[in-house]
């Protein structure tokens, strides 16, 4: 067996894999739309060849038989493999993963995960025979039997809206919550075009959907239809959570807490610190008013373009919060000096522009703490300089998790289950 690694020709080849109903039933359940592959295979494109991530051909001799996977995973790497079911039971599955376990020993990480079927025995005798173990404490026929008959008549519903929405983690966090948790909900996600909006949330009165989130492009749009927001949003102008209390729709942003909370993970302490924060989009807003009633002495904002409302964030919280030009170079590298953390919220370092950065190494002081709210790519250009210098930094995965914690306990009251959510989603 040889392993090729793809290209951006073989697109085609991965495509038939995701669009096949046979791979797909023991994967996902159900093949993926035109668009959905082709934001897929965005995100696939985006791994760093140069560290072994990325989808590799299997060949036996000149025949295709099927393809491997190594996928970036939070501190490690997760391996999977698809196999054209014309070539199933043919021990090519063994093979390829084998050949999968060679590189990854060649790789520098800390964990190795894989994700299967719980009825896909096969696939998890091979993985087991590569030292994996699986997660599940009972029989994995009889965990999935109790997920397949939890819903019952007296089940809640909680969702998120957007367009397009169908790439979002947050129902798998949310599902795990509940299930850990033992309570009676679901969580889905709604795909809803603008001229549906206003549908929407009469659906959501009407069938007592009793929470969703929002995500774009609704943030600002959904507030014409809700009953009141929490300080939080009133701020921000902005609503990513809408608690439904009897009919009455409560809005709430949960993005700026998330990655305060995040910050403290590490024991990153904002309270009567300087920090200067980059770009002033929605979640730059979220952010800023979640530091200052957290107790920030000074917030530093370098944006391209003039901000008014950061003028008004200035004298409505107790915390100076300046605004200057990105294109002051000078003056943000002066800032950075004696800034306790630097927040990096605009969409540079994205794909397809993963080797650009505001700034390069010399604005990096010995003392920063280093934050990118971006998770993909999960390392930027700007982390990887601050990695090089040994300062302390993250990525945004920690925002996402925890701006789903604090939604999932303005609704129902309770803590989410973080270190279940965590191996959910991959991060732990």
Request: a negative charge; charged letters at 25%; hydrophobic letters at 40%.
């Amino acid at each position: 067996m040889e392993l090729v690694l793809m290209t951006y020709d073989d697109y085609p080849i991965i495509k038939s894999f995701y669009q096949d109903k046979d791979v797909m039933k023991m994967i996902t359940g159900d093949v993926l739309s035109e668009q959905e592959m082709k934001e897929k295979w965005e995100i696939i494109t985006s791994w760093n060849h140069d560290l072994k991530y990325g989808y590799y051909l299997g060949f036996d001799q000149d025949l295709l038989v099927g393809v491997g996977c190594l996928k970036p995973y939070s501190h490690g790497v997760e391996v999977g493999y698809m196999i054209y079911p014309r070539y199933w039971r043919q021990e090519y599955g063994k093979q390829i993963c084998y050949e999968l376990m060679k590189i990854v020993e060649t790789m520098t990480v800390q964990r190795i995960v894989a994700y299967i079927d719980p009825l896909n025995i096969p696939s998890k005798k091979i993985l087991e025979s590569y030292g994996f173990q699986s997660i599940y404490q009972k029989g994995d026929e009889e965990l999935l039997e109790k997920k397949k008959n939890r819903i019952t008549g007296y089940t809640g519903l909680y969702g998120i809206v957007a367009n397009p929405i169908r790439h979002s983690f947050s129902p798998m966090m949310h599902n795990t919550a509940f299930q850990t948790l033992g309570i009676d909900d679901v969580y889905l996600a709604f795909e809803v075009a603008e001229n549906q909006l206003s549908d929407y949330i009469t659906s959501v009165k009407t069938l007592n959907i009793k929470g969703f989130n929002v995500s774009m492009p609704y943030k600002l749009k959904i507030m014409d239809y809700l009953d009141d927001l929490t300080t939080e949003a009133k701020l921000c102008q902005a609503v990513n959570t809408v608690k439904n209390v009897n009919g009455k729709l409560i809005g709430h942003i949960s993005d700026g807490k998330g990655f305060v909370m995040a910050c403290e993970e590490r024991e990153w302490h904002i309270q009567n610190q300087k920090i200067v924060v980059l770009g002033a989009g929605g979640a730059a807003c979220a952010i800023i008013v979640e530091m200052a009633l957290q107790g920030a002495k000074e917030i530093v904002v370098y944006n391209r373009s003039e901000k008014p409302f950061i003028k008004e964030l200035n004298q409505k919280l107790n915390c100076d919060i300046h605004l200057k030009s990105l294109s002051n170079k000078d003056e943000l590298k002066q800032d950075l000096k004696d800034a306790y953390l630097l927040v990096q919220t605009t969409n540079v370092g994205m794909s397809p522009n993963v080797d650009q950065c505001l700034i390069d190494e010399s604005y990096l002081s010995h003392q920063l703490k280093v934050a990118d709210i971006i998770y993909k790519p999960a390392q930027t250009k700007l982390l990887k300089m601050a990695e090089r210098l040994g300062l302390e930094y993250m990525n945004g995965e920690g925002m996402i998790l925890y701006q789903g914690a604090v939604s999932f306990e303005f609704w129902t009251g309770q803590k989410m289950p973080i270190k279940e959510v965590k191996i959910a989603l991959g991060m732990e």
